[in-house]
């Protein structure tokens, strides 16, 4: 194996106008990439009633997309270890250009599902490739104070996203379909601002081999263990063959997966830094900020609208106290993991408030008053600003330079993993207490009650009587709080990964093994 190829001796020596310069461009794509997925949540309600979608289809919108970002994940990051990051960051832009693109021109649900599955390919190439890049450039000690702006940027795509996707919906000279236009002109910018400023080493190396039976593997794993969740307990029961021959498939696809992982020369996902305590603990951490960061925006958006009878704008207005949340907590924390070099204090702090945010939302129901609402949210919003991305920075503190791009996206696949299951699981809970506290509603104000909505999607409530209307309201209301108090068990999980990670110093070089004039002081300050 050569050793990279640079334009410069120490890559680590670029200055803070050059880092900002080639910055500027990675976080304009990632909030691209990310406002598409968080755009659709306040907008969804709107765009599943217009095409007549049900309930498991407005889960599946957002799900699909989720799917395959985490399934091409670790395939993107290995990559990124073998060729031009720069090139792969790239093309990553280009796919979700192109799936933007299809997606606003969808005519019906089943076609929106898939775009948007397109879609997420290239979204899962930005969001792991981005993280990649900043690791290339930027030692792990320094990258505290950048974390503060890429936070920033995934606090704004989060919860900016719904409100920006409420203004589009409720404009009657954009309309939906300009919620899936609107990320691709940002995108177009990204890729030439990168042209001109991305410049990072090139892993040079002999007789490169790419496991793609592995990926296949991994992919066809992840996937058929994701579509049992979203099916299961809906449309067949938990004790079926289905469920017996779906997660079947699924472990044997995985172990399968495993096997071949643990004897290729360049797996995709490789399991020694997997099995490292850092790497392992971060892992499970960030299924569970996963979780809160999909679905509170994708469900919040949806109990505004349906369950509070907000329209999108308002929906999205709604939900600034939790990007505040991310955006204040992100900022502070990193530039404190800078000057310190510690981060586990930051995580488990982070991880204990997610648990009282989410905690907090379980409480909710169709008339918990908003100023409750807003002080949970902001928690949530606190607890991931302080964890989600210095998750990913303790695993890069533990690598070498040329196993960054598999370390950095296998966190981020489990990340994304732990989204898509939570929109998939709470989705499908969501649903259950919906149908039932709709059949007792029904049952309670006699058949005729509903006889008028036949045929029609209960998101589609301007096409329901009113009376119907009031009763999908307190449905959805109340049915919202059930699915939080799961996220906060599933929180409890983070805090404990948290607590049991190895407490380390950050080290104040990009390679593991490189030296660095200042790398003896900061280790003398600080305990």
């Given at each position: 194996?050569?050793a990279?190829?640079?334009?410069?001796?120490?890559?680590?020596?670029?200055?803070?106008?050059?880092?900002?310069?080639?910055?500027?461009?990675?976080l304009?794509?990632?909030?691209?990439?990310?406002?598409s997925?968080?755009?659709?949540?306040?907008?969804?309600?709107?765009?599943?009633?217009?095409?007549?979608?049900?309930?498991?289809?407005?889960?599946?919108?957002?799900?699909?997309?989720?799917?395959?970002?985490?399934?091409?994940?670790?395939?993107?990051?290995?990559?990124?270890?073998?060729?031009?990051?720069?090139l792969?960051?790239?093309?990553?832009?280009?796919?979700?250009?192109?799936?933007s693109?299809?997606a606003?021109?969808?005519?019906?649900t089943?076609?929106?599902?898939?775009?948007?599955?397109?879609?997420?390919?290239?979204?899962?190439?930005?969001?792991a490739?981005?993280?990649?890049?900043?690791?290339?450039?930027?030692p792990?000690?320094?990258?505290g104070?950048?974390?503060?702006?890429?936070?920033g940027?995934?606090?704004?795509?989060?919860?900016g996203?719904?409100?920006?996707?409420?203004?589009?919906?409720?404009?009657?000279?954009?309309?939906?379909?300009?919620?899936?236009?609107?990320?691709?002109?940002?995108?177009?910018?990204?890729?030439?601002?990168?042209q001109?400023t991305?410049?990072?080493p090139?892993?040079?190396?002999?007789?490169?081999?790419?496991?793609?039976?592995g990926a296949?593997?991994?992919?066809?794993g992840?996937s058929?263990?994701?579509?049992?969740?979203?099916?299961?307990?809906?449309?067949?029961?938990?004790?079926?063959?289905?469920?017996?021959?779906m997660?079947?498939?699924?472990?044997?696809?995985l172990?399968?997966?495993?096997?071949?992982?643990s004897?290729?020369?360049?797996?995709?996902?490789?399991?020694?830094?997997?099995?490292?305590?850092?790497?392992?603990?971060?892992?499970?951490?960030?299924?569970?900020?996963?979780?809160?960061?999909?679905?509170?925006?994708v469900f919040?958006?949806?109990?505004?609208?349906?369950?509070?009878?907000?329209?999108?704008?308002?929906?999205g207005?709604?939900?600034i106290?939790?990007?505040?949340?991310i955006?204040?907590?992100?900022t502070?924390?990193?530039?404190?993991?800078?000057?310190?070099?510690?981060?586990?204090p930051?995580?488990?702090?982070?991880?204990?408030?997610?648990?009282?945010?989410?905690?907090?939302?379980?409480?909710?129901?169709?008339?918990?008053?908003?100023?409750?609402?807003?002080?949970?949210m902001?928690?949530v919003?606190?607890?991931?600003?302080m964890?989600?991305?210095?998750?990913?920075?303790?695993?890069?503190?533990?690598?070498?330079l040329?196993?960054?791009?598999a370390?950095?996206?296998?966190?981020?696949?489990?990340?994304?993993?732990?989204?898509?299951?939570?929109?998939?699981?709470?989705?499908?809970?969501?649903?259950?207490q919906?149908?039932?506290?709709?059949?007792?509603?029904?049952?309670?104000a006699?058949?005729?009650?509903?006889?008028?909505?036949?045929?029609?999607?209960?998101?589609?409530l301007?096409?329901l009587?009113?009376?119907?209307?009031?009763?999908v309201?307190?449905?959805?209301?109340d049915?919202?709080?059930?699915?939080?108090?799961?996220?906060?068990?599933?929180?409890?999980?983070?805090?404990i990964?948290?607590?049991?990670m190895?407490?380390?110093?950050?080290r104040?070089?990009?390679?593991?093994?490189?030296?660095?004039?200042?790398?003896?002081?900061?280790?003398?300050?600080g305990?």
């Amino acid at each position: 194996m050569s050793a990279p190829t640079t334009t410069r001796a120490d890559h680590s020596a670029m200055t803070h106008r050059e880092i900002m310069e080639a910055l500027s461009g990675l976080l304009l794509v990632l909030f691209a990439a990310m406002a598409s997925s968080t755009i659709v949540s306040t907008a969804l309600p709107k765009i599943i009633g217009d095409l007549n979608g049900t309930q498991t289809q407005y889960t599946w919108v957002v799900t699909a997309t989720l799917l395959t970002a985490t399934a091409t994940t670790p395939i993107w990051g290995k990559l990124s270890d073998l060729f031009s990051k720069k090139l792969l960051v790239q093309l990553s832009i280009v796919i979700f250009v192109l799936g933007s693109l299809i997606a606003g021109f969808t005519q019906n649900t089943e076609q929106l599902i898939a775009a948007r599955a397109f879609q997420g390919i290239g979204m899962g190439g930005v969001q792991a490739l981005v993280q990649v890049a900043i690791a290339a450039m930027i030692p792990p000690r320094e990258r505290g104070r950048y974390n503060g702006y890429l936070g920033g940027v995934m606090a704004l795509a989060t919860v900016g996203g719904p409100l920006l996707g409420g203004l589009i919906v409720d404009s009657d000279w954009l309309g939906w379909r300009w919620c899936f236009f609107i990320g691709a002109p940002f995108a177009v910018i990204a890729l030439i601002v990168l042209q001109k400023t991305l410049h990072l080493p090139v892993m040079k190396r002999d007789n490169v081999k790419i496991d793609w039976l592995g990926a296949f593997l991994i992919a066809a794993g992840v996937s058929v263990i994701l579509v049992w969740v979203s099916f299961v307990d809906d449309s067949f029961g938990w004790a079926s063959w289905e469920t017996f021959a779906m997660v079947g498939a699924g472990v044997v696809l995985l172990a399968l997966a495993v096997w071949v992982e643990s004897r290729v020369s360049e797996p995709v996902v490789p399991l020694p830094i997997v099995r490292q305590r850092t790497t392992a603990l971060a892992i499970i951490g960030s299924l569970a900020v996963g979780m809160a960061m999909f679905g509170g925006s994708v469900f919040l958006g949806q109990y505004f609208q349906i369950g509070r009878g907000y329209s999108p704008t308002e929906a999205g207005l709604l939900m600034i106290p939790m990007m505040i949340g991310i955006l204040v907590s992100s900022t502070i924390a990193g530039r404190m993991i800078t000057k310190s070099g510690h981060i586990k204090p930051y995580v488990v702090a982070g991880t204990i408030v997610l648990v009282i945010g989410f905690a907090g939302l379980s409480m909710l129901d169709h008339d918990t008053p908003l100023w409750y609402i807003g002080i949970a949210m902001a928690l949530v919003g606190i607890g991931v600003g302080m964890s989600m991305q210095n998750l990913v920075l303790a695993v890069q503190n533990t690598v070498a330079l040329k196993d960054i791009g598999a370390a950095s996206s296998t966190v981020a696949f489990f990340r994304s993993l732990g989204g898509t299951i939570g929109v998939s699981v709470l989705g499908a809970v969501l649903a259950r207490q919906v149908a039932d506290s709709m059949a007792e509603q029904m049952s309670a104000a006699g058949a005729s009650a509903g006889s008028s909505s036949s045929g029609v999607s209960a998101l589609n409530l301007s096409s329901l009587p009113e009376a119907v209307q009031h009763m999908v309201r307190v449905a959805y209301g109340d049915a919202t709080g059930h699915i939080f108090l799961i996220s906060a068990a599933v929180a409890v999980v983070g805090v404990i990964a948290a607590i049991a990670m190895k407490p380390a110093k950050l080290r104040s070089t990009v390679d593991l093994g490189a030296t660095s004039s200042t790398e003896k002081e900061p280790a003398l300050t600080g305990k």
